[in-house]
């Protein structure tokens, strides 16, 4: 197993993490939102978009960390 010695690899990793997981929540209750729209049911689809946007953010950081590991 490989030793993070280099603080410019935590910081990339923190990064990493943080970025996908904001990308990830965005992008979920953006598409939430314009779904809200276009069928006219106001909070539903902007809570499943917040929801998966945050399950795909969650897995998309696992996926991170592990090859960090």
């Known amino acids: 197993m490989p ?5 410019w690899r935590a910081i990339t990793l923190v990064t990493l993490i943080g970025g996908d997981l904001a990308i990830c929540v965005v992008g979920g ?3 939430g939102k314009y779904l809200d729209g276009l069928f006219a ?3 539903l689809f902007l809570v499943v978009g ?4 945050l399950g795909v ?3 998309s950081v ?3 960390v592990r090859g960090y590991l």
């Open 41 to 43: 049911t106001n909070p």
């Open 3 to 7: 030793k993070i010695d280099n603080p």
């Open 57 to 59: 953010g969650v897995y």
């Open 50 to 53: 917040l929801l998966l946007g």
């Open 62 to 64: 696992y996926r991170i």
């Open 29 to 31: 209750v953006l598409l």
